[in-house]
């Protein structure tokens, strides 16, 4: 189980990092932590080899968020992963399902939780960065990357 706390902590500031309206934790959906293997099979039915490689996601056709069980909760690196899902339901709570109505866009809402989770990042003072795979990504063969210098922040440099 996915301690109050963190929620407490990490859901106002995905707000505040994604610029998203904030909601209350009791209007957030089920968090299910389970093993990798069952992610995939539950997001993935006709083939779980497609998700095997998922981290966390967020199902809005269920509304519930599944993550690996396998997380540190306690480390940065690996909560920014329950940032980046909290960043989608903000974003799904302000637009609803149009968030993912085609590919251009689901590759912004993408940006927009990624670019999050890098900020995220570096204020706990973490080396990580997520995200830059979507510099590789295209839509029906159209490369268009009006997203890939938004998904990295600049490092935050402190003397």
């Avoid at 056709?61 to 690996?68: A, P």
């Avoid at 795979?133 to 890939?148: E, I, R, S, V, W």
Wanted: proline share 7%; charged share 25%.
């Amino acid at each position: 189980m996915v301690p109050a706390d963190l929620i407490a902590y990490l859901l106002p500031l995905a707000a505040r990092l994604s610029g998203y309206p904030a909601i209350s934790p009791q209007d957030l959906p089920p968090i299910r932590q389970m093993p990798v293997a069952e992610i995939a099979r539950e997001i993935c039915p006709e083939d779980a080899s497609h998700c095997e490689g998922m981290v966390a996601i967020f199902d809005s056709d269920r509304y519930q968020i599944l993550i690996r069980d396998n997380l540190d909760l306690d480390n940065p690196s690996d909560n920014s992963f329950l940032l980046h899902e909290l960043v989608h339901v903000l974003q799904y709570k302000a637009k609803g399902e149009e968030i993912f109505v085609d590919c251009p866009t689901t590759m912004k809402t993408e940006t927009e939780a990624y670019k999050a989770q890098n900020h995220y990042l570096g204020l706990e003072g973490q080396f990580l960065r997520v995200g830059d795979a979507l510099a590789f990504m295209t839509c029906a063969g159209k490369q268009d990357t009006f997203f890939t210098k938004e998904v990295m922040i600049e490092p935050i440099i402190r003397k």
